[in-house]
């Protein structure tokens, strides 16, 4: 497969896992906590916003998300 074919694959794999994510979060969302609730759009309200920022390298964007998400993640395991 050559570059052009590849990268043309990987785009139709993002685009079926973004679609397979929003439908799972739609099953989940209705049976979530407030607390978790919260805790979601909080990680994922920031993660959009530094997608926005177009300038933002995506391993700049993944460096950041990973030290801001950490507490709320670890909140999330302890059931807190």
Do not use: N
């Not at 920031?46 to 998400?69: D, N, Y």
């Amino acid at each position: 497969m050559d570059e052009r074919a590849l990268q043309k694959d990987i785009d139709r794999q993002i685009s079926t896992t973004h679609r397979r994510f929003v439908k799972a979060m739609d099953g989940r969302v209705p049976t979530m906590s407030l607390e978790t609730k919260e805790r979601y759009f909080a990680v994922l309200s920031t993660l959009v916003g530094k997608l926005e920022t177009p300038e933002k390298p995506m391993r700049e964007v993944m460096q950041e998300m990973m030290s801001e998400a950490a507490t709320l993640i670890l909140q999330e395991l302890q059931g807190s």
